[in-house]
């Protein structure tokens, strides 16, 4: 199994990035996916999650309710995260995660990505 993510780079406060979690050796359709973040100096936090089937449940930590949007694709075995209204506190890596229980907390998943640097400043 392999998750790659790609789409972070440097962006100013209130700038966008759309974060893209390609993955392979599994079958996409059948699990949950999530994203988490970890900022310097900091743990590893829930930031998004979405049901296998896309139009199912979403949910969101607190910080990026508004903002961020999760979505999938199962045809192109791709997950989404759209970033707006980015701010300095959302520096972090960001991983990409799968597994076959929905949640909020990293033992929901199984696998993960190798995460991809996000940096808000200006």
């Known amino acids: 199994v392999q998750l790659v993510e790609s789409g972070g780079g440097l962006v100013q406060p209130g700038g966008s990035l759309r974060l893209s979690c390609a993955a392979s050796?599994?079958?996409?359709?059948?699990?949950?996916l999530g994203w988490f973040r970890q900022a310097p100096g900091k743990e590893r936090e829930f930031a998004a999650a979405?049901?296998?089937?896309?139009?199912?449940?979403?949910y969101y930590t607190d910080s990026v309710k508004g903002r961020f949007t999760i979505s999938r694709h199962n045809g192109k075995n791709t997950m989404y995260l759209q970033m707006n209204s980015l701010k300095p506190e959302d520096t972090a890596v960001y991983y990409c995660?799968?597994?076959?229980?929905?949640?909020?907390?990293?033992?929901?998943?199984?696998?993960w990505g190798q995460g991809t640097q996000v940096t808000v400043s200006s």
């Open positions: 979405i049901s296998w089937n896309g139009g199912g449940s979403t």
């Open positions: 050796g599994l079958t996409f359709s059948s699990y949950a």
């Open positions: 995660a799968a597994g076959l229980r929905l949640g909020q907390t990293e033992n929901h998943y199984d696998y």
